[in-house]
């Protein structure tokens, strides 16, 4: 028989605030967790995004809370602005029966609205961890009286590049804390962190056989890369969307994405790294109360971001990472509520999609894209709805009159009222149905022609006695598997062909990582370690050669000398202490 929130221990001014929020029933993690960290006990829980991880730590975490006390007592960390705004009011309405006092403390915000907080005393500070220690720095946040410890998506800290500044945190605090992560994955460095900082901890795992919520409609289409803004549009007005959330790779991208969108009647907004955060929080709040229902962002701007009433994730650009995928889709389908989760693949990248369903345990089907008609018959339908829906309306007398007028005129009625279904779906001339060419023909040719050129470059290096052009890996087809990123969060910029390690970018300065290959070293660790160390944008690190044991990694000059002194004594990539040179 299932716990209820009265059976967990609680005290009762958070059951009523639960109840008061309309749960019911606590999910596993919670029935878990809950129990445990009210009996002090560490926790390191493992479950999937949506699951109710942050009631799993909140509720006890309130529990356990010394009001008299106006110091802070617990201390949450997230990895992003976005998650730290989330879990600080999900707190905050779990004990507001109680009078606790949160402070959220995130970059990108005045410091002077988070100074006053934390001198007016907060019971609990939930924040990302740049500001957590710049405000430790500043002699703002004495850590010394936290008895409760909570790290929040763990493996997105990691990925983030954040690690060492959660080290760092946690050396802050006294040792005999209560400590709780909670993370959807456990790579090696998490659980070397657990063990190094964690006291006895109980592991609360909720295994499922899928990473992916059954609830969740997953399909794909294969597209061209250039039809995919048409392809989006028309899925935008063929799918009964509620809400819906469209990943992009990169910022440019999103705001690209949004602005051709938009400019064709569709309510969308973009959220990406270059907004500040009182623009970041006008966009959540416009999508949250339904002005707009389409919110393009990439991953690094979505990380966070709780809405529970998306009906479709929809992956404009398909993820390098298996992780982040279920990352995306976790987005729909939440608390038993049903979703759809689409994703646009190039014909190279059907292989990665194999590999993202092996990951998950789940096939992701195929399906026909739209046909104009159906577009067509949507918008008829959509067209025939609204007209009847205000013909049921009660005062309609100054609008017959004018029908009288206009037949009066000696039109006839039913002439009159096409004219007027013209003039009124004149807006969507604002878009167009475009053409969508088949993807596997145009993927056929394309190999066709390259095909050609490959020949008539091999002939032209035979005759000459030269086929080292012909085998030159810079002039072969690209493999099916799309290549990792750069950058988390980077510009748009078209892919080149693989540069010789010995060139360097203008303007860049050489740096030498001694970690490679052998290590497990990829892009994205070095890009977001250095960016997020540093407090530098992923567009400022230009070609990174990954080598054996060492690895080479070009920076923009102006911020040479910034990622030097913040990569200094205690940086490490993927867990491995690391030191950064220049290396000319």
């Known amino acids: 028989m299932s716990q209820t929130f009265d059976s967990l221990g609680l005290r009762a001014e958070i059951v009523q605030a639960v109840k008061d929020l309309g749960y019911e029933t606590p999910t596993p993690i919670q029935e878990h967790a809950i129990p445990a960290l009210i009996d002090g006990r560490d926790v390191l829980g493992q479950a999937q995004t949506g ?3 942050t009631a799993a730590f909140a509720l006890p975490m309130l529990e356990l809370l010394d009001l008299s006390q106006r110091h802070p007592q617990g201390l949450i960390l997230a990895p992003t602005r976005e998650l730290a705004i989330q879990v600080a009011e999900a707190v905050f309405q779990y004990g507001k029966k109680m009078g606790v006092r949160v402070a959220p403390i995130y970059g990108g915000a005045s410091y002077t609205k988070q100074l006053r907080r934390l001198q007016e005393g907060a019971h609990i500070v939930v924040g990302t961890p740049g500001r957590v220690i710049d405000l430790i720095d500043r002699g703002a946040l004495v850590l010394g009286g936290v008895r409760y410890m909570v790290l929040d998506e763990a493996d ?21 804390r209560q400590t709780a992560l909670f993370s959807a994955t456990m790579p090696d460095p998490i659980r070397r962190l657990a063990e190094k900082y964690m006291h006895d901890p109980v592991n609360v795992t909720i295994a499922q056989k899928q990473l992916t919520v ?11 890369e250039d039809s995919k803004t048409a392809v989006v549009a028309r899925l935008l007005e063929t799918e009964d969307i509620n809400s819906a959330l469209i990943f992009t790779r990169t910022k440019l991208g999103a705001a690209k994405l949004a602005e051709t969108l938009l400019l064709r009647g569709f309510p969308v907004e973009a959220i990406h790294g270059d907004l500040s955060q009182e623009v970041r929080e006008t966009v959540m709040r416009r999508y949250r109360n339904g002005v707009v229902n389409v919110l393009v962002a990439t991953d690094v701007a979505a990380r966070g971001l709780d809405i529970d009433s998306v009906s479709h994730v929809i992956n404009h650009d398909m993820p390098y990472d298996a992780e982040d995928y279920v990352h995306r889709i976790g987005r729909t389908g939440r608390a038993g509520r049903e979703g759809v989760a689409i994703t646009l693949v190039t014909p190279r990248e059907r292989r990665w999609l194999r590999t993202i369903e092996h990951f998950t345990k789940r096939e992701i089907v195929r399906a026909k894209l739209p046909t104009a008609d159906d577009v067509r018959a949507k918008r008829d339908l959509a067209f025939i709805t609204k007209v009847t829906e205000t013909l049921d309306l009660p005062d309609l007398d100054h609008e017959r009159k004018l029908v009288e007028q206009i037949m009066d005129a000696g039109y006839d009625v039913h002439e009159a009222a096409a004219a007027a279904i013209r003039m009124a779906r004149l807006q969507e001339r604002l878009r167009p149905i475009e053409d969508i060419p088949d993807p596997v023909m145009g993927e056929i040719a394309s190999r066709n022609k390259r095909s050609d050129r490959s020949g008539d470059r091999y002939s032209r290096g035979h005759d000459r006695g030269d086929r080292s052009r012909f085998t030159d890996r810079r002039e072969r087809p690209m493999g099916d598997r799309p290549m990792r990123s750069r950058s988390f969060d980077s510009s748009d910029e078209p892919r080149r062909p693989r540069r010789d ?13 001694d970690v490679g290959r052998d290590d497990g070293i990829g892009p994205g660790d ?3 370690t250095i960016a997020g160390r540093a407090g530098i944008p992923g567009k400022a690190i230009g070609a990174i050669h990954i080598m054996k044991r060492e690895t080479y990694v070009d920076v923009m000059e ?9 990569m200094g004594s205690g940086a490490a990539v ?10 000319d």
Request: positive net charge.
């Open 51 to 53: 699951t109710g991880k």
């Open 156 to 176: 997105e800290m990691l990925k983030m590049g954040f690690i060492d500044d959660v080290e760092r945190i946690l050396r802050e605090t006294p040792s005999e």
């Open 214 to 224: 059954p609830q969740v409609e997953q399909r794909y289409y294969l597209v061209d």
């Open 501 to 513: 390690p010995s060139e360097r970018e203008a303007g860049m300065v050489r740096l030498l990582i």
């Open 526 to 528: 070095v890009v977001g």
């Open 558 to 566: 102006a911020h040479v000398d910034r990622v030097l002194k913040n």
């Open 574 to 583: 993927r867990g491995r202490e690391v030191t950064v040179r220049r290396a």
